[in-house]
Structure formats: structure tokens, C-alpha cells
């Protein structure tokens, strides 16, 4: 800009500018055009957002997890030991359920990742040929911490630049993601363009000037693009992978659209979840309640197999008419089933059978007597009785008497001697008589007992026979089971069984067995013909019984262990919630602290953020109030457009500025598009904290952004961004730090109602302020073009005090370094040293406004490095 060309600021922006400089203001406050309308304290600072994704941190987690571990009064030896096992691998879990796991002793790493990503900010976007950009255009950017908002019209191509710099990045932009497929497909420019490319410059740490390109070949498609990435005097590499974001850029997302900022909170409360647990570095203690989960569930696979198929077996048992399927039902329905019965049961080892299927198994093994096995008998019977035919006595009870009286007789003789017959009185009872008597009854003994031999042979044979048709059982009637064969068989059996007592058995058993033996053959067949079907139906059920028991037992083994890391994950449920709240009370505060700042004159309260539920139950809940009171069902219910969008920032803007995030800027298309006029106050304000310790980048085609900035004196550079014929797209700065404070100082220099005395001093501060925002911008500019840690840079700088030492840090890379020389090379070097060292306290002489003119070739000087 012209030295003439100041634009006229609000005499009321400049008079209350005057008053608030008539004091000793320290240079590193920027001055404020307008009082705030509501001053919000944001706790956006440096290191209020700590990353715990390194591995320091990974290892106090450990350690962390550790002592609630070793403190938790819920857990047994053995439980604790099962996590600590989790929190240590797969491999460790294993061998903790085995009974293998020592726990090793722990120690917190302090060492970085060898692959951490690198630090960057952005020193300019350059497309050509894409989206509304046809010849070349390139959009310069401060990089280093600061506000750049960059304004245009709807349709000027400023969101291409954006959408260029995601493309680059991501391979895409979420507009297209969320659109038809025609929207990816018109990326090209319709007017110029080729060969169509995308150019991001970086200032890299560690590794200084670094370029992402993207090529496109003619005809190509989007995804048909080469990536590459150079650093400073070394060859390309293909893809980004080199700079270490893949993971980063869906942890911190720098680049936030309009799209994007009204589909976060209409992507459901389980994608917030997802994004904001992502970067709280819970990674071990999440993998650790997985592994516990995913260990429960194969552990409790069998007994939820066992369950499933008790409730399958069960059915199938009610429908079988197996009385032994009735059996192991009602074993089935004790708590807990009788494994051993139910096994007996399956495999045949239950005791016999009752009722008709034993019946009917008796049935099937029904046999008649061997056919030999009788004749033998018979004849046995038959032979007996023949003997005894041959040695039959008249009367065997006669002969008994008489041969029992005639010992009598004998006895009598014995005693009383030689006399008559006491019983006829006709013979005498004498030797002779005595003799003759002996021999008959020696004689009628023999008889006798050969007869009685032979009748007990009979009797025997009798028996036997007798014996061999009582042996025969009876068939049963097997009720369930219908046989055709039964009814002969059991008539048969019935005559057969009728045997007499005598020897005529001999021939009832001959007349009898044919019909028995048939009888019970036929009988026999169609009862195991019947059983056999019977059992081919109950087969089945049996190995699903008996596989179900083995089922059922491993399910039992490991109870144990089921209720160890049952408990175990329980534990970790909770503790990994407890963390996430915990470690999510930082986002929670910020984003509270950054929704107080936006919200204005809004009635809505946002109480908390707070992690709930797991898996596909996970949400993120955000509670809030209205005037006081609760609103039920959470903040999205009661928040208007505007309110839903300032939300959506308040989540988005914590996740973009953690430390740990390697992005050092954050990059915002159109924003303020639902914005009412208080809440864009606001929101300058959150950007402007945001933009000390980050690059905030803003596109907006709204006015209300670019002058709430300039009516605030925001440090801000706003750049302008218009399209003319054929896509050609221009950038032009508007204004900067240190070009506002010589706009203001241009203006008090003018003002004919401003006091002469007030007005160089005034002026006096101003350009010190100045001097001192072109030197800072241009130090850190390039301290980080050539790769200097951005807190090295920041350190040296605040380091240094006076305006003279941080020219001197600016021109010579050391604040102690006499630029004297310098100073004295240009009149208006000397002028402008004068103005800023002592005019400030002492005033000046000179037309005021020749000395802003001064000031502002000054500026240009340190801007350029001229010498």
C-alpha cells in the first residue's frame, strides 16, 4: 500500500485509540479499536492441551492403569494379574489364563516415537487448473502463528485454494465425500488450467522449506493424481507418507469447511465419540479392555454354544416319544443339569429301561426254547416214565404197611420171644417164621427202592420240563408299539405254559412248541424291526445330547476363568470410562470456555461433555442448560442453526490445536456463515487466542469477519481474494499487523482534534508497535521457512525486550548483534529510531504525518532485508 493510500478510520475508534496510548501501553499488547462486548477468559494456552499419544505418556498410562489395578478392592490376585496381563499383549493374556504370567517390572519410557510427525506451517497455496482457479494462483501466508482471514465474494475461488490445500492432503474433501459423484468429477477448471496442479509450500521443523505437490496427466481422473513431497535440496518422494500424518490427519483435522462444521453434529453422538477419544491417547488402555472382552467372548463361546443348543436339544427332546428323551428333558430343566445322568443317558449307560421300550426291547430278544433242548427234555420225561412202568409195585402204600408191620412184628418177637401170632393167634412166631420174615423184607426193600429210584427220576424229568416251561417268559404288551405278531405269539406262549404236572408234559410240550417257536420267532422279528426304527429316531437325539454334554462340561471347566475375566473386564470398562472422562476433562473445559465466547447473547449453557457407553452404545453427551434448567435429552435439542454451528467450533477447535498435533495451523472455510453479528464478535476473539500459539487460517465470504477484525485490532492479516474473466483469480493483501498500527497512526496524525503534544506521542507508540509486528512477523517467518522449532523461535523472541534488539534479532539472527549501522544507513531509519525510543515519552517535532511516512519505509525495510 501506498504511503498516501491510509484508508480514514471512525473518529471514535481513533480518539478512544488516543486516550489508551497516553499511557506507557507495553509493546506487546495489541491496541483494541472497540471495547469487547463481553470478555470471555479462553484457557486456550500453550501446553493447556497435552498430547498422550507419545510414548512418555503411554508409559505413565501404564502406570496409571497399574495402581488402579493394584488399588481395586473388586479384583482377586488372580483378576489382577489378568489385566496387567491385557495391558501388556495378547501373547501375556494367554499365558495369564494358562497360569504362565509373571508380571514384568514396568518403567516409563521417556523416548519418542522414531516416526513422530513433523511440525508446519503453511507459506502459500498455488493451484492451477482446479475448481474455480484456471491460470495459476497463488495465496501467500504468513507462517507462523497468527490470524490470516481470507475474504472474497461467493464464486472468487478463495474456497478453491482451501479445498486445494484438503485435496493435498487428504486425496479428497469431505464436500465431495458427502455428494453425488458428479461433484468429484468437475474438479477441473473449465477455462484454463493445464497442466493442472496443486502446490502447498511448508515451513517444515527440522527440515525447512518443504513443498506437497499434486499432478494431474491430461485426461486424468481425480484419484489419477501423483503425489510428492519435497524438502530443501533434496529429491522428491512419492506420497506424503514421509512427513508422518497419515495417523494425524484423522486425529487433529486441521481443515474444517462449512460442510464439514454443519455435518459434525449430524454425524451421531458415536462419531464424536470417535473423534474426540481418538486423540485423548487412551490407546493402551482401550487395546487393554479389547483384549479382556474379546478373551471374555471366547472364553464364554462355549458356554453360550451350550445355551443355544440346551434350548435346540430340548425342543427336539419334547418331540420325541423316547422315554428316555422324557428323561433327559426333565434333567435338562435342573439348574444345573446332571452331566453325568445326561451322559449315561446319551451314550446307554443309564440303567435298564422301563415300561415300553423295554417291553419292547424284551420283545426283540423273545426266543423259544431250543428245539433240541425240548426233545431232550421230553424224552427225558418219556424214558423216566418207562422205568418206572418196569418196576412198578400193585400198591407202594401196601406194601410200606405191611413191610412196617412186619419190622413190629419182628420188634415184638425180639422182646417177647418164641410164641403165637399176636395179631391172628394162628401161627407161631418162632426162628423159622423169624428167617422167612427177614428174607421177605430184604427182598421187598429192594423193589422198593428201586422203585422209588425210578419214580424220583421221573418226578426229576417232570421238573425239568415243568422248569423249561415256566423259563419262558411271558410277552408283554409294549403299549406305544404296535406288533401284529404279538397277539399269536402271547396265545401260544399262554398254551404252552398250561404244561400238567405228570408225565403227559412230555406231549403238551411237543404238541405246544411249534406254534410257541413260530409264535415267538415272528413276534421276536417284528419287535426288532420296530426297535431298530425306534432307535434310529433316538440316534440322533443322542449324539446331540452326548456332543451337548461335552459342550456343557468345557463350559463348566471354565467358570473359573470366565468369572476372573469377567471381573477383569469389568474393571477395565469402567477404568477406560473414568480415563476418558478424566483425560476428556481438558476438551471439556476448553470447549465450555471456547462456547462462552461464541455463544453471546445465547440463553444455552453447555454444562459438559461427558464419554458414555461402549462399542455400538458409545455416544458423546453433551449436557446442557436453558436459563438454569436442564435440557433433557442433551444441547442439540434446544440450539438454533447458529447455536449448532458455534457448538460444532467449540468441539472442533480443541481437537485442532492439541500440542501433540503436528499441524501448526488450523484452516477454517466460511464459518461465520449462520453466525448472528455477536457471535462473530466472539468468534474473532477464540481466533484471535487460538492464532498466539497456531497459524489460523479463515475463508469467509462474509464482510462481518474482516471487519470485526479491523474493529477490534485484532494482529490479523486479511487478504482479499477476486475473480475476474476466465477463472483468473487474484490475491491482494488488504492489511496486516503492522500495516493496521500505521493506518491508525495515519489517521491520529490527521486528525485536527487530536492535541498536538497527545498526537506525537501517541503516533510515537504506534510506530513502535509497528516496527516491532513487521520485525516479528518477519523473524519468525523465516526462522521457520529454515526450519527452526517453532518454540526455539517463540523463546528467542520473547527473550528479547527492546524494539532495537528485535530488529537486530530480525535482521542479524541475534538480539545482541549492533545494527547501528542499519539504523543510521536511511534517513528515515534515523527518524523512525527516534520516533520509537524516545518520542513515546518525550514527543516530537515534525509534521506527523512525514513521520508515519517514514515509519512505513522503515517497515518495508525490515520487511525486504534491505541493508
Known amino acids: ?13 481513533i480518539r478512544q485509540l488516543t486516550v489508551r496510548h497516553e499511557t506507557n501501553t507495553p509493546v506487546n499488547e495489541r491496541p483494541l479499536l472497540l471495547d469487547r462486548i463481553q470478555q470471555v477468559d479462553l484457557t486456550i494456552t500453550e501446553g493447556s492441551m497435552t498430547d498422550t499419544g507419545n510414548s512418555g505418556e503411554a508409559g505413565h498410562l501404564v502406570q496409571e492403569i497399574s495402581a488402579r489395578v493394584e488399588a481395586a478392592p473388586s479384583l482377586t490376585d488372580e483378576a489382577k494379574l489378568c489385566v496387567l496381563a491385557a495391558l501388556d499383549g495378547d501373547a501375556e ?10 508380571p514384568p517390572e514396568r518403567q516409563v519410557s521417556t523416548e519418542a516415537d522414531d516416526r513422530a510427525p513433523v511440525g508446519a506451517f503453511i507459506s502459500s497455496i498455488q493451484a492451477r487448473g482446479f475448481r474455480g482457479i484456471g491460470a495459476e494462483s497463488r495465496l501467500e501466508l504468513h507462517p507462523a502463528p497468527g490470524l490470516t482471514v481470507v475474504a472474497g465474494r461467493n464464486g472468487s475461488g478463495k474456497s478453491s485454494f482451501s479445498e486445494a490445500l484438503e485435496v493435498a492432503l487428504t486425496g479428497s474433501t469431505y464436500r465431495w465425500r458427502k455428494k453425488a459423484t458428479a461433484w468429484s ?32 496427466a491430461a485426461g486424468a481422473e481425480l484419484a489419477e493424481r501423483n503425489v510428492w513431497v519435497q524438502r530443501s535440496r533434496q529429491s522428491r518422494e512419492p506420497g506424503i507418507e514421509s512427513l508422518g500424518w497419515t495417523r494425524a490427519l484423522d486425529l487433529y483435522q486441521p481443515i474444517l469447511s462449512y460442510e464439514e462444521l454443519g455435518g459434525l453434529l449430524e454425524a451421531g453422538p458415536s462419531k464424536l465419540f470417535d473423534k474426540l477419544d481418538a486423540i485423548l491417547g487412551l490407546d493402551q488402555a482401550t487395546d487393554t479392555e479389547r483384549r479382556l472382552a474379546e478373551a471374555l467372548k471366547r472364553l464364554q463361546e ?50 435298564t429301561p422301563i415300561g415300553d421300550l423295554a417291553r419292547l426291547q424284551a420283545l426283540a430278544g423273545l426266543r423259544a426254547p431250543d428245539r433240541a433242548e425240548v426233545a431232550a427234555v421230553t424224552e427225558a420225561v418219556r424214558k423216566a416214565d418207562r422205568k418206572l412202568a418196569d418196576h412198578a409195585i400193585g400198591s407202594v402204600d401196601a406194601a410200606a404197611r405191611r413191610a412196617q408191620l412186619l419190622r413190629d412184628t419182628l420188634a415184638f418177637h425180639d422182646h417177647a420171644g418164641d410164641g403165637p401170632c399176636p395179631v391172628c393167634g394162628v401161627g407161631t412166631l418162632d426162628s423159622a417164621w ?11 426193600d429192594a423193589e422198593l427202592i428201586v422203585f422209588q429210584k425210578a419214580r424220583a427220576e421221573r418226578d426229576r424229568a417232570v421238573e425239568q420240563a415243568r422248569a423249561l416251561a415256566r423259563e419262558v417268559p ?80 468345557r463350559a463348566r471347566e471354565q467358570e473359573a476363568s470366565v468369572g476372573m475375566v469377567k471381573s477383569a473386564h469389568e474393571f477395565m470398562k469402567k477404568c477406560v470410562t473414568d480415563l476418558r472422562n478424566e483425560h476428556g476433562e481438558r476438551i471439556t473445559n476448553i470447549a465450555r470456555d471456547i462456547w462462552a465466547a461464541l455463544k453471546q447473547e445465547s440463553n444455552v449453557d453447555l454444562d459438559g461433555i461427558e464419554f458414555k457407553g461402549t462399542n455400538t452404545r458409545r455416544r458423546l453427551e453433551l449436557r446442557a442448560n436453558v436459563d438454569g434448567a436442564d435440557a433433557t435429552g442433551g444441547a442439540l435439542g434446544v440450539m438454533s442453526q447458529g447455536e449448532l454451528q458455534a457448538l460444532g467450533l467449540a468441539l472442533f477447535l480443541p481437537r485442532a490445536t492439541m500440542d501433540g498435533s503436528p499441524f501448526r495451523f488450523v484452516v477454517l472455510d466460511d464459518p461465520v456463515q449462520a453466525m448472528d453479528p455477536a457471535k462473530v464478535d466472539g468468534f474473532a ?61 495515519h489517521a491520529v496524525a490527521k486528525d485536527c ?10 503516533i510515537g507508540g504506534m510506530a513502535r508497535m509497528a516496527v516491532e509486528a513487521a520485525a516479528r512477523d518477519t523473524y519468525m517467518a523465516r526462522r521457520f521457512i529454515a526450519g527452526d522449532h517453532r518454540t526455539d523461535v517463540e523463546d528467542r523472541w520473547a527473550q528479547t525486550r527492546s524494539t532495537s534488539q528485535r530488529v537486530a534479532l530480525t535482521l542479524s539472527g541475534a538480539g545482541s548483534n549492533d545494527v547501528s549501522s542499519w539504523w543510521t544507513a536511511k534517513p528515515w531509519r534515523r527518524s523512525t529510531r527516534y520516533l520509537v525510543r524516545d518520542a513515546v515519552h518525550q514527543g516530537t517535532s515534525g509534521d506527523a504525518i512525514d513521520l508515519v511516512r517514514d515509519v512505513w519505509r522503515t517497515v518495508d525495510d525490515i520487511r525486504s532485508g534491505r541493508r
Open 1 to 13: 500500500m501506498a504511503p498516501n493510500a491510509f484508508p480514514r478510520y471512525p473518529l471514535r475508534a
Open 93 to 102: 493374556l494367554a499365558e495369564a489364563l494358562e497360569g504362565r504370567y509373571s
Open 185 to 216: 468429477q468437475h474438479w477441473r477448471n473449465l477455462h484454463d488450467g493445464e497442466p493442472w496442479s496443486i502446490r502447498i509450500e511448508l515451513a517444515e521443523e527440522g527440515a525447512g522449506s518443504t513443498t506437497i505437490g499434486v499432478d494431474w
Open 302 to 351: 462355549d458356554d453360550k454354544a451350550a445355551k443355544a443348543e440346551q434350548r435346540t436339544v430340548k425342543a427336539a427332546l419334547s418331540e420325541s416319544d423316547d422315554e428316555r428323551a422324557a428323561e433327559a428333558f426333565a434333567l435338562l430343566n435342573k439348574r444345573p443339569p446332571a452331566l453325568d445322568d445326561l451322559a449315561a443317558i446319551a451314550v446307554g449307560r443309564k440303567n
Open 434 to 444: 423169624r428167617q422167612q420174615v427177614e428174607r421177605e423184607l430184604e427182598s421187598e
Open 474 to 553: 411271558a410277552p408283554l404288551r409294549a403299549g406305544q408299539f404296535a406288533l401284529e405278531a404279538f397277539d399269536t405269539a402271547r396265545t401260544a406262549w399262554e398254551l404252552w405254559s398250561q404244561a400238567p404236572d405228570d408225565s403227559a408234559i412230555a406231549d403238551h410240550l411237543d404238541a405246544t412248541y411249534e406254534d410257541l417257536a413260530e409264535g415267538f420267532a415272528a413276534l421276536s422279528r417284528e419287535a426288532k424291526e420296530t426297535l431298530t426304527a425306534h432307535e434310529d429316531r433316538w440316534a440322533p437325539l443322542a449324539q446331540r445330547l452326548a456332543a451337548w454334554v461335552g459342550l456343557a462340561r
Open 685 to 745: 476473539d477464540v481466533l484471535a487466542k487460538i492464532a498466539e500459539h497456531r497459524q489460523v487460517i479463515v475463508f469467509s465470504h462474509d464482510d462481518r469477519l474482516p471487519q470485526v477484525v479491523r474493529q477490534m485490532g485484532l494482529d490479523a492479516r486479511i487478504l482479499e481474494v477476486t475473480r475476474k474473466a476466465n477463472s483468473s483469480v487474484r490475491v491482494d493483501a488488504c492489511s496486516d499487523p503492522a500495516q493496521r498500527y500505521l493506518d491508525d497512526a
Open 753 to 762: 482534534e487530536v492535541p498536538d503534544d497527545v498526537k506525537k506521542r501517541v
